[in-house]
């Protein structure tokens, strides 16, 4: 079936008699459906998930266009207090059986849940927190996996943008001092007046309090104005004691100096309010302010860039290299075993774990970025074996994605990100069934029409089988009556082609003929003339089959009568380099010599005919020479000798 909404989920109203409620989005099992009662039913705040078969039953599961979830008792009157929605469950339970034929409903119903269940994630991400639709540098999207570097710190997003998981808000440092290297978010007491800062520019101090006035104001931001909160709570008091004088003049003069007294110290209170509030501002912005050291420096390593291009050694603890000045040709990186960390600890081990994948033409992506700048970085493929040299290792990589440059010693943070290893390799698929015709047996030998789609023949013993009968319609109604005709177009007439009949749901059960005459049309059907070759199995009544026909190609073109001279040889039987060539130069144009056999054997030897049948009328053609020659017969040779009577020539011997 279609999926054609893209609903889940369905809300209604509950009102104390209703049971039954509809769902029209697709299921393919009751266990797909979840139901919640909310409570209060005015505006529920709590849901509770109900029992199909205890609470509710569901129809129409695997029917386009859903049913109804019919509650045991009607749910009570409210506002969105009922609740449905889809749960489609993330496995795969369609099986394709090798060597069966395509189930076309159960892959349909396949590609149905892979819908549901991409339409059920796509609900639960639209109700995530996520970034907006254009973003052009996303950047660093990652938290640590390690507890210790995530347990009680915060989320937030450095000056880049980055997100990041802040140390904390800010480093309490004390009282501000001179010569004191100060780094972001350090937080200081300013002595003079009780102000406090935090610094937004590293710098080493100088100088001396108040901040307000030193040289390096500017890299700090005043969270807590004390100094203007002490000058309102003396006014307030000096007000109060002024009023608490002109109290002894008059109790009414007195109660209104009082009063003025008390709204006085109101103000002084709601300045103290203004200064919590516009510290708490500048703790939320300064949350947001991370720098991308730290966003790196949570999920990578610390590394310092080497600008030689040589594969060896970089010589130094925590130093990188590349094989190549342009950033986007290198196909090799060479990292010192130590990383620049505090301590330069050994992480060969890991960096040589990086090729462990299954899939050596892609073990995972290394992300390098520029401290500082996390623009400036550097995305390649490890796509080969890593190579431990003990101090360093060597790498093979395939650029994908830089921007920025790099300078001798600048600092960087290295992260690996492996590729997910192979999936198994799924089961073969069933093979489909063979190019032809879709046909029914029927086992009826009758020369009748035996309905649409049938195929039968004249014999109930394949084998003597000698008219095949078919439909002119296929089991699918699609006419074949013309593709039949044209079974006996070959002029190879003694066999115009071959006809395979196979049973679809056992290949091994089949029959093949040769076709050896014109096919006749019989209205509704054809009747084929055949001759059984060979088969095996048998069919049964209604068995489905797949019929194919291989056509003979029409007979060729007679060859050339006349070969040349130079072309035709008779060869010996078992020595083809034994050969008899005819020579026709000596004949002259437009002749036509004869070469009569007569009615027996001839053998020629060189110089002479031998055993050639005697001739009972012998005539001379010309002259007969028979000096110095001998006639020689079968077994004597006689010498002739030739006299005259007068009237005859007379041959003696």
């Given amino acids: 079936m279609t999926i054609s909404t893209t609903r889940r989920t369905r809300q209604y109203n509950g009102n104390a008699s209703t049971t039954a409620f509809a769902y029209d989005f697709n299921i393919q099992a009751d266990s797909e459906i979840e139901v919640y009662l ?76 892979l819908t549901q269940v991409t339409q059920d994630m796509q609900e639960e991400i639209d109700r995530c927190f996520k970034l907006g639709t254009i973003v052009p540098d996303v950047g660093t ?48 007491k300013d002595t003079n007046n009780n102000n406090i ?16 006035s030193n040289t390096d104001v500017a890299k700090w931001f005043l969270l807590v104005d004390a100094a203007s909160a002490t000058t309102s709570q003396s006014a307030a008091a000096s007000s109060a004691t002024a009023a608490a004088s002109s109290a002894t003049a008059a109790a009414a003069s007195a109660s209104t100096a009082t009063a003025k007294a008390v709204l006085t110290a109101s103000d002084a209170v709601d300045t103290a309010a203004d200064l919590v509030e516009t510290a708490a501002d500048v703790v939320l912005a300064e949350a947001a302010k991370v720098t991308a050291v730290a966003a790196t420096g949570a999920s990578a390593f610390k590394y310092t860039f080497d600008n030689s291009t040589t594969m060896a050694d970089p010589g130094s603890a925590g130093e990188i290299r590349y094989n190549h000045g342009t950033v986007g040709s290198v196909t090799a990186l060479a990292i010192r075993a130590t990383s620049a960390d505090t301590g330069n600890p050994d992480i060969s081990p890991f960096i040589a774990s990086w090729d462990d994948g299954d899939n050596s033409t892609h073990e995972g992506y290394i992300t390098i970025r520029k401290s500082g700048t996390p623009a400036t970085y550097a995305v390649f493929s490890l796509t080969g074996a890593v190579v431990d040299n003990t101090a360093w290792l060597q790498l093979p990589v395939t650029h994908v994605s830089s921007n920025g440059s790099w300078s ?215 002259s007969l020479d028979i000096l110095a020659h001998n006639i020689t017969s079968s077994t004597t040779i006689m010498n002739p000798s030739i006299s005259s009577t007068g009237k005859a020539l007379v041959l003696g011997f």
């Fill in 38 to 113: 909310g409570t209060p039913v005015g505006a529920p705040t709590s849901w509770a998930l109900q029992t199909i078969t205890t609470h509710y039953t569901v129809s129409n599961a695997g029917v386009a266009g859903g049913g109804n979830v019919t509650f045991g008792s009607a749910p009570p009157s409210g506002t969105g207090n009922v609740f449905i929605r889809r749960v489609t469950p993330k496995t795969q339970a369609t099986d394709y059986v090798e060597n069966d034929s395509f189930p076309s409903s159960a892959h349909e119903n396949a590609l149905d849940k």
């Fill in 141 to 188: 999207t990652e938290a640590s996996s390690v507890v210790a570097e995530r347990k009680n710190k915060l989320f937030a997003f450095d000056d880049d943008g980055d997100f990041s998981v802040t140390s904390e808000i800010g480093t309490v440092k004390g009282n501000w001092a001179a010569s004191t290297a100060y780094v972001l978010r350090d937080i200081v």
């Fill in 408 to 622: 001798n010693a600048d600092t960087l943070y290295i992260s690996f990100t492996r590729s997910g290893q192979k999936g198994d390799t799924g089961s073969t698929g069933a093979i489909g069934p063979s190019a032809g015709l879709d046909m029914i047996y029927e086992s009826t030998t009758t020369d009748t029409d035996q309905g649409a789609g049938k195929i039968f023949f004249n014999h109930g013993t394949l084998s003597s089988a000698s008219v095949l009968y078919m439909d002119d319609v296929d089991s699918n109604a699609a006419s074949i009556n013309s593709y039949i005709d044209s079974w006996d177009d070959s002029t190879t007439t003694a066999l115009r082609g071959t006809v395979t009949v196979t049973k679809q749901s056992d290949a091994a059960v089949f029959a093949i003929y040769n076709v050896t005459g014109a096919v006749t049309s019989a209205s509704t059907y054809s009747k084929i003339p055949v001759s059984y070759v060979t088969g095996a199995g048998s069919f049964t009544d209604a068995d489905t089959c797949t019929v194919h026909f291989t056509r003979t190609g029409n007979t060729g073109s007679a060859g050339s009568s006349t070969p040349s001279d130079a072309t035709f040889r008779i060869q010996d039987n078992s020595d083809n380099t034994k050969q008899i060539a005819f020579e026709a130069s000596s004949i002259g144009s437009g002749v036509t010599r004869t070469i009569t056999m007569p009615n027996s054997d001839v053998t020629l030897v060189a110089g002479a005919l031998a055993n050639v049948s005697e001739d009972g009328s012998p005539q001379l053609g010309a």
């Fill in 197 to 212: 800062y935090i610094c937004i520019t590293a710098h080493t101090s100088s100088g001396s309090v108040p901040i307000s």
